[in-house]
């Protein structure tokens, strides 16, 4: 499976790690460069350009050569770049629940991507994202739900 993960932070880094490490090929987007320290200190520059001037800087880690594009998740020509035409699987963890939605819609109903999941904080926008069609994940409910399943036991 080819994925396109937007955010590199914990839950992006993390995802991205366990897709790797089962063979899975992973292209990951953040707009801050510094987000893809989480993926491991062997990053290497493969192309530079300013973002400033709608140009994508696109790294890679040597280790595994997962795909790091600096961009917004949510502009189409980043994810052009990052290659949205060719994936499997699309994933918006970044911290922005806005984001989040407005990055899985273009990869659903522009590029038709089959599987598209996003993380919400908030879980009042989990209805949102919802009455949009998209499958979206609350990982604070879930752990509220874990503990308070562990508490009642």
């Given at each position: ?53 709608g140009e994508v ?36 963890v970044t911290d ?58």
């Open positions: 499976m080819k994925a396109l993960i937007v955010g590199s932070g914990r839950i992006g880094s993390f995802l991205a790690g366990q897709l790797v490490g089962q063979g899975h090929e992973v292209v990951i987007v953040d707009r801050d460069r510094t987000s893809f320290k989480m993926l491991g200190e062997d990053l290497v520059v493969e192309r530079t350009a300013t973002p400033e001037r800087q696109a790294t890679f880690t040597a280790k595994t050569r997962m795909r790091c594009i600096v961009g917004s998740g949510s502009d189409e020509e980043v994810l052009k770049t990052a290659g949205i035409h060719g994936i499997d699987a699309f994933v918006a922005n629940d806005y984001v989040n939605l407005m990055a899985a819609l273009i990869a659903k109903e522009l590029h038709h991507i089959p599987r598209v999941i996003i993380g919400i904080i908030n879980p009042r926008r989990l209805e949102i994202a919802r009455a949009l069609g998209v499958e979206a994940i609350c990982p604070l409910t879930l752990g509220a739900q874990s503990m308070f399943e562990s508490l009642i036991r």
